[in-house]
């Protein structure tokens, strides 16, 4: 049982790799031994984050539009001119609606935030088929993660992202759909949830971490080998038994269910009670 957790001479695809989540995600990876492809929209950004990694293990990256499916469908091209296979891929790409009153939500928002954190998800899934399939059993499944968050797992985020809460339960519903269909053929789907990890995406454990310390019951926010980890699991042999779940990583936060009214004693300018 040693080599549990080791993702040795597995391949993986990190969408949003170059930052946040995904890529704390792909240095585990390449720390537990994979050869990682992390893909984003802006090359600068990868090949700083490739240098980093590339000083730990193997990591290339694909500069690609994932809020497409012709943009999923270009990566997904360019991905079979490297390799023949796909042992993990990690839907990571993601964004926010940012919290906006009611009437401030557009039509265009409301589409962006929906298209890139669920329905690229499925198309992803559907366009990498072809390299996961290869080799793939219930005695070796490949493995698809997809990352959803506690504001789609019954938390109501303090400020009322309505668009990126609703994509995100769905996140989590499609993986179980996915799960179902695919586990069959060896191709195993699960969720992750995080809750509030520091990045461009949550700037709020960003740049608030010790107030956010003061209401989630593990008194610190999320660290990167928390979310690595939880990813390494459901990648390597130790999670090769989980099909269609729905892991969180949250510290405690969505189990105690933090209150609307005791965020506004900490940022009273920005949420507001008056509804």
């Given amino acids: ?46 090949q700083q984050k490739q240098v980093e990694l590339g000083r730990i293990g193997l990591c290339e990256y694909l500069v690609a539009d994932v809020g497409s499916v012709a943009g999923i469908k270009e990566l997904a091209k360019a991905y079979g001119e490297r390799e023949d296979s796909l042992d993990i891929l990690v839907n990571n790409a993601g964004i926010s609606d940012g919290g906006q009153e009611i009437e401030e939500v557009t039509e265009e928002t409301w589409d962006a935030v929906m298209d890139l954190n669920l329905k690229t998800i499925f198309f992803m899934t559907q366009s990498f088929l072809p390299f996961l399939r290869v080799g793939a059993s219930p005695a070796t499944p490949r493995n698809v993660i997809n990352i959803a968050s506690i504001d789609g797992c019954g938390k109501l ?57 003061r209401v989630i019951p593990a008194k610190r926010i999320g660290e990167k080998e928390n979310i690595a980890g939880a990813a390494i699991f459901l990648a390597s042999r130790a999670g090769n038994f989980n099909v269609g779940s729905n892991l969180v990583v949250d510290g405690g936060e969505s189990v105690r269910g933090i209150q609307r009214a005791f965020y506004a004693t900490i940022w009273p300018d920005l949420v507001k009670l008056d509804r």
């Fill in 157 to 213: 985020n303090a400020f009322y992202n309505y668009a990126y809460g609703a994509s995100k339960a769905g996140v989590i519903q499609l993986g179980r759909h996915l799960g179902d269909r695919l586990a069959w053929e060896g191709i195993q789907v699960n969720t992750l949830s995080p809750g509030d990890f520091p990045s461009d995406l949550n700037t709020t454990a960003r740049d608030h971490t010790e107030e956010m310390k």
């Fill in 1 to 46: 049982m040693r080599d549990l957790f080791s993702l040795e001479g597995k391949t993986a695809v990190v969408t949003g790799g170059s930052t946040g989540i995904g890529a704390m995600i792909a240095e585990g990876f390449v720390n537990f031994g994979a050869k990682v492809y992390i893909v984003a929209r802006r090359e600068e950004l990868l």
